[in-house]
Structure formats: structure tokens, C-alpha cells
């Protein structure tokens, strides 16, 4: 029997398990990235609604990871489907006092618009 059959295999194997022990340590720890979007900014509402409120409305919309006051915009960060992704949008108030985007990295995606229809019905509620 050839020495060079029986090698090739073993060789192939072991470098695969060496490859994926060395990729698997350089990978960051999942909870590493995780965002908490419990901070509370004083003085900061948009449409009547204060950060932590907002922030309560993130956390019960699907794919909602942080929603943050600036200026006189919201930027909500949302998971993309395959969870690698924190996408965001730009939500302001348009001449109409309407909440409207004025930036979707993702023009397809549902979670904003789930994000927007919440918002809305808390501002409805506060009024």
C-alpha cells in the first residue's frame, strides 16, 4: 500500500481542524456587541416623547436595538435580517409635522416602519 493515499487524507483533516480552531479564537464574544439602550438623556424628547420612552418603544419593536435624539431627529438602529448588520434610519417631522424618513440604509426593511407606526401611537396616546 502507497504511504502518499492514506497520508493525503489524514493531512487534509488535521489542517482543517487546525484552520477552524484558529478562526473560531479570533472571533469576538456575542454578547461583546450588544448594545444597551437603556442610557437616559435629560431634556431630550422628539414629538413629546422623552428618551427613555422612546427607548421602551424600541424594545418592544422587532429587530429594535437602540434609537438615539439628535437634534431635531431620531436615529433608530435596527438588526438586519441575518443579525450581522445594525443598519439605521433617520426619522424627522416633515412641513406637515408628519414623521417621515429622510434616511433608510435599507428601503425594503420593516422594522422602521413597525418602529414609526409605534411611535406614532405613542405620541397619539400622550396628546
Do not use: C
Not at 456575542?30 to 431634556?43: M, Q, R, Y
Amino acid at each position: 500500500m502507497n504511504v502518499s493515499k492514506w497520508m493525503k487524507p489524514i493531512a487534509l483533516s488535521a489542517a482543517t481542524i487546525v484552520a477552524g480552531v484558529l478562526i473560531t479564537r479570533g472571533q469576538k464574544d456575542p454578547k461583546e456587541g450588544t448594545v444597551i439602550s437603556d442610557v437616559i438623556h435629560e431634556g431630550k424628547t422628539f414629538g413629546g416623547l422623552t428618551q427613555m420612552e422612546i427607548n421602551e418603544i424600541v424594545s418592544h419593536t422587532f429587530r429594535g436595538v437602540k434609537a438615539v435624539i439628535e437634534g431635531g431627529a431620531l436615529e433608530y438602529t435596527f438588526s438586519s435580517a441575518s443579525g450581522k448588520q445594525k443598519p439605521t434610519a433617520r426619522i424627522e417631522f416633515d412641513s406637515a409635522g408628519e414623521l417621515d424618513f429622510t434616511f433608510l440604509s435599507f428601503p425594503n426593511a420593516q422594522s422602521p416602519r413597525i418602529f414609526i407606526k409605534n411611535l406614532r401611537e405613542a405620541m397619539n396616546k400622550g396628546e
